[in-house]
């Protein structure tokens, strides 16, 4: 898996597809995003939960992403891999946060005392909080799934992927964006 270059962002995305490792910064970056195409976003989380961290119906919670990937426009961010490839069909872009695990694992401590509380990303009741189960999935994350992601990604070749594996790579994807937006819009002024 390569990291994201200026030269990879030849079009506009409209459905856009984020997860990776727990703390690296996947919904921050998908709010941001989100903001900057006007694309509707959608956190698994807030789905997979019902409040209070109890669990959603799992076919209700699949009915639910369903319904999202079905629509025109979207940004979906989180894991939830047991459904990944439902989004891998419909996606045309996939951003895999893959942070070095000691990065992600301070990111974990850390938002438990600052979380930001301006990302709606989870569902009532739901706060941030850090508990070995969720350190053992970080830490399991690449061997128990990277060959999934890799067949993915091997069978939906029209699907552009991209590994953002430092705050360098989500900075230079926003640049890259910003400017081939900007190109965008003096092409169109000029018609």
């Known amino acids: 898996m390569r990291a994201f270059t200026p030269k990879d962002l030849p079009r506009p995305f409209q ?5 990776g490792l727990p703390g690296s910064g996947k919904s921050t970056f998908a709010t941001k ?22 669990e959603r119906d799992h076919e209700e919670f699949l009915d639910i992403q369903r319904s999202v990937v079905n629509q025109s426009k979207w940004i979906i961010d989180g894991n939830s891999m047991r459904s990944l490839e439902m989004r891998f069909q419909q996606a045309d872009c996939a951003i895999y946060f893959r942070y070095p695990i000691v990065v992600s694992l301070w ?4 938002r438990v ?6 990302i709606p990303d989870l569902a009532r009741g739901c706060n941030k909080s850090i508990s070995f189960k969720l350190i053992r999935y970080l830490f399991r994350y690449h061997k128990r799934y990277g060959q999934k992601i890799d067949e993915l990604r091997r069978k939906y070749p029209h ?7 430092s705050e360098k790579d989500i900075e230079t994807f926003l640049d ?11 092409m169109e002024d000029t018609r």
């Open 159 to 165: 699907v552009c992927f991209y590994v953002f594996r």
């Open 107 to 110: 990111h974990l401590i850390k």
């Open 176 to 186: 890259t964006l910003n400017r081939h937006q900007s190109e965008m819009e003096k």
């Open 33 to 54: 995003l989100a903001q900057f195409l006007d694309l509707p976003i959608h956190y698994l989380d807030k789905h997979f939960y019902i409040e209070n961290w109890v």
């Open 113 to 118: 005392f600052h979380q930001n509380w301006t």
């Open 15 to 19: 459905k856009i597809m984020i997860f």
